[in-house]
């Protein structure tokens, strides 16, 4: 009898939020405009990655096509597991631009009701999207085509402090 070889599942988690969870505050515009982004690391990426590609973004917010876009981060090399927390462009990856045209991470901000913010990073076969930094998710989305070999996400949700 052959043996049944299950494939490893591509995950991304993080050590501030279970998935479905909620974001705590200090990672959020509550916290002050220089909200730090949470901790991400993930595991068994496909054989083949080069890079890696982080998106993160607000489908709640429906006035903007395909949601509001906090955090962009591209030609995240092949061999890193993990973003630590207040991760910050340098020698590792290139930031893309948010929703309000700016590099980095924008912290949780819905104005009403609770949002759910989607932390989805993708497997890349190619060491550079070729991107300069400030490019928009729409501009790593058309790069990426024909190179994602996985997708991966985690979510959380967060709702504004009650003042």
């Given at each position: 009898m052959l043996g049944v070889f299950l494939a490893a599942t591509f995950t991304i988690t993080s050590a501030a939020f279970t998935d479905g969870g909620n974001?705590?505050?200090?990672?959020?515009?509550?916290?002050?405009q220089a909200s730090p982004?949470?901790?991400l690391s993930w595991k068994d990426a496909p054989a083949g990655t080069k890079s890696f590609a982080l998106v993160?973004?607000?489908?709640d917010v429906t006035q903007v096509p395909?949601?509001?876009?906090?955090?962009?981060?591209?030609?995240i090399p092949g061999k890193t597991?993990?973003?630590p927390e207040g991760f910050q462009v340098g020698s590792v990856g290139v930031s893309g631009s948010t929703g309000m045209r700016r590099p980095g991470y924008m912290g949780p901000c819905p104005p009403t009701g609770a949002h759910h913010y989607?932390?989805?990073l993708y497997a890349l076969d190619?060491?550079?999207l070729g991107l300069v930094q400030g490019a928009s998710r729409a501009d790593v989305e058309k790069a990426m085509t024909e190179h994602v070999l996985a997708t991966t996400e985690t979510i959380g949700l967060y709702q504004k402090q009650a003042k």
């Open positions: 974001i705590p505050s200090k990672f959020t515009c509550d916290a002050g982004s949470p901790a993160m973004d607000d489908p395909g949601g509001f876009v906090h955090w962009v981060v591209m030609d597991m993990e973003l989607h932390f989805k190619v060491e550079t």
